[in-house]
Structures are given as structure tokens and as C-alpha cells.
Nanobody, 120 residues
């Protein structure tokens, strides 16, 4: 499985961006997926995750109510809709494929990351 992120960029505080992660491989619908982010000088942190069927999700407290993770298994793609962006959301965002279908299964594959910069 390989994944490629897109949709990052520069946005003003209060704005929105939608990240996409396109995955290759025939097992996409069997894998839970997640978005992580890493800001300069900080550890990588989980932003949001979604089960293989898309019925369950979880979010970091810092993004609840502002970000929405979703997936389209027919397109082998997951999304992260980010609204009401804040400067502290500035980071490289990474797509992550999980080994199984549940939220807390181990990581399998990482994308190369996409930069999100929120200006104040």
C-alpha cells in the first residue's frame, strides 16, 4: 500500500483547507486510516482516525468540532476537512494506513506529508 497526500497550503486564520490522501492497493477498504501532524520542534501527534468502513472516528481534543475525517472507499481516498484554522494548526500533516480495520491497530504505512501553514 502506498499513500500520497495533497491539499496543503497557506491559509489565513479562520480559513479552511481540505486534505486528501489517495491510497494504492486492493486492501484499502480493510484498513483503518488516520491523519497525524508534526509541528517544528514537536512530536508527531494523532489528529483524527477512521475505521475501515467509516462508521467510527476519533479526534484529538484540539481539533474536535473543527476538523472532519472521512473516506471514500470507492476512490481509495480519505479526507481531512479543516475549518476555523488556527496558527497552532501549522504543521506537516501525514496520512497513515493502519494494519487492521479498527481505530487503534498499529501503523502500516506513512505518506510523505503535506505542509499546512496558517497565518495570523
Amino acid at each position: 500500500v502506498r499513500v500520497v497526500e495533497s491539499g496543503g497550503g497557506l491559509v489565513q486564520a479562520g480559513g479552511s483547507l481540505r486534505l486528501s490522501c489517495a491510497a494504492s492497493g486492493s486492501t484499502f477498504s480493510s484498513n483503518a486510516m488516520a491523519w497525524y501532524r508534526q509541528a517544528p520542534g514537536k512530536q508527531r501527534e494523532l489528529v483524527a482516525a477512521i475505521t475501515n468502513g467509516g462508521l467510527s472516528t476519533n479526534y484529538a481534543d484540539s481539533v474536535k468540532g473543527r476538523f472532519t475525517i472521512s473516506r471514500d472507499n470507492a476512490k481509495n481516498t480519505i479526507y481531512l476537512q479543516m475549518n476555523s484554522l488556527k496558527p497552532e494548526d501549522t504543521a506537516v500533516y501525514y496520512c497513515n494506513v493502519r494494519r487492521g480495520g479498527f481505530l487503534y491497530t498499529p501503523s502500516l504505512v506513512w505518506g510523505q506529508g503535506t505542509q499546512v501553514t496558517v497565518s495570523s
